[in-house]
């Protein structure tokens, strides 16, 4: 299959109304797209689907990575039960190393398809009972039961090592996976031990939420501890016994040493996304906070926040417990934020850098990659979900724009801070 380049569509300024950004210095580029397949109705899938992360170069200031998701689905209910659509079921996910040019036009420098130990491609399909299964059934196009995939990723966090490798974290498991330069898996890491390396994150992080697990992955900037936030509030113990829907948590993972720290992050209302993470020093980290709506249609929330771990509680408790530490006998996520603040828990601290849907007007549902290019300059990208989705009876159709009415595409905007990151 051909790849996709990418081209600079637009480059434009606008006077921002409010907020931290820089009125008057903002540049917007669309991905060019290949078709993946074309549906009977017409539908095209296309790719796209590198929004799902967005990473810094280790050390070329003018290349990034860009990482999919498991590829192109939609929600579809069949005979087997609720799960998933996947209309090109053989997809591989896959990270793209992207060059910003002088001339500001941008291109994909090469793109790295992930794979199994023994090198063989994976795919993103979910994963069997015991190896990181979230329930989902996997159909394809016709509503015909697919195989599982010991190996499949719905890779959603990114991180770039110094010495060419990656780390990926994703949402079935949820995983934390250690790639090599050339996407060959070298470990993965979960809350259940059926990893490649016997390593595992604390067992509480088993009752992610379907879909919405480790989101946002990033590393410190001595590239010695991986921290990775979840989507949204885990359903610990259960998504009947939940009541603290703003909840979500933060995990530290000691690469040398395998240690890991909890701490709460406290999302501005129920049922919102922490969609990515990057790191500005070893103890503070820009962080997405979203909802899924568009703009014209629903869209409150796409904004950055400055979050500071140092005072901040570690909730690890228990590694082993299968609900984590416990209030009373309560979970975390069964507690109000009197309860915590009662039994001594502090979150994380948290500073608005930037209302992204207010300050650039922002049409995307999906605000889920972040490029931290500069203590100045931010980047970020949405996930466009291959271009598709799915209508009330789970037949896929074009993802269109509310406020546009254009069909969805990756588009990275780049603007500059009224305040300096360091």
């Known amino acids: 299959m051909k790849l996709p380049g990418l081209k600079k569509l637009l480059a434009m300024t606008i006077c921002v109304s409010a907020g931290n950004l820089l009125a008057s210095d903002f540049d917007a580029s669309s991905l060019s797209y290949s078709v993946i ?16 992360a967005m990473t810094a170069h280790p050390t070329m200031p003018d290349h990034f990575y860009l990482l999919t998701d498991r590829g192109p689905n939609a929600n579809f209910t069949g005979k087997e039960g609720k799960g998933k659509k996947f209309s090109a079921p053989d997809y591989t996910p896959r990270i793209a190393e992207v060059k910003l040019n002088s001339d500001g036009s941008i291109h994909i420098v090469r793109t790295i398809l992930l794979q199994a ?25 016709h509503g015909k039961v697919l195989n599982l995939d010991p190996y499949g990723l719905d890779s959603e966090g990114l991180v770039a090592m110094k010495d060419g490798t990656f780390w990926v974290s994703d949402e079935y498991g949820p995983h934390i996976v250690h790639y090599s330069a ?6 993965r890491i979960n809350p259940f031990g059926s990893g490649t390396g016997h390593r595992k994150l604390p067992a509480v992080f088993a009752n992610r939420r379907a879909n919405r697990g480790m989101e946002g992955l990033a590393i410190t ?12 509030t885990m359903f610990n113990p259960s998504k009947q016994e939940i009541s603290n829907k703003t909840l979500t948590r933060i995990v530290t993972f000691d690469i040398a040493s395998g240690l890991t720290k909890q701490y709460l992050y406290h999302q501005d209302a129920d049922n919102l996304s922490n969609s990515e993470i990057a790191a500005i020093n070893d103890h503070e980290f820009l962080v997405i906070e979203r909802d899924g709506g568009f ?4 869209a409150e929330y796409k904004r950055l926040y400055r979050i500071d771990l140092t005072a901040a509680t570690d909730v690890n408790g228990d590694f082993s417990a299968p609900t984590g530490l416990l209030i009373g006998n309560k979970t975390l996520e069964q507690s109000s934020w009197d309860d915590l603040a009662l039994a001594g828990i502090t979150p994380v601290t948290k500073e608005l850098v930037a209302d992204v849907l207010a300050d650039l007007n922002y049409p995307h549902d999906k605000l889920e990659g972040l490029w931290v290019r500069s203590a100045w300059e931010i980047g970020v990208i949405n996930d466009d979900d291959f271009a598709v989705t799915a209508d009330k009876e789970g037949t896929v159709i074009q993802k269109v724009l509310k406020a546009t009415n254009e069909v969805d595409a990756n588009t990275l905007y780049t603007f500059k801070l009224n305040k300096p990151l360091l």
């Open 37 to 52: 397949t074309k549906l009977d109705n017409g539908t095209e899938v296309r790719n796209g689907g590198y929004g799902s």
């Open 117 to 141: 130990p023994d090198g063989r491609p994976i795919t993103g399909l979910p994963n069997p009972e015991g190896m990181g299964s979230t329930g989902e059934v996997p159909y394809d196009n």
């Open 182 to 187: 050339k996407g060959v898996e070298l470990e």
């Open 221 to 232: 900037p001595d590239e010695k501890t991986l921290v990775g936030i979840m989507q949204s």
């Open 295 to 298: 703009l014209g249609d629903k």
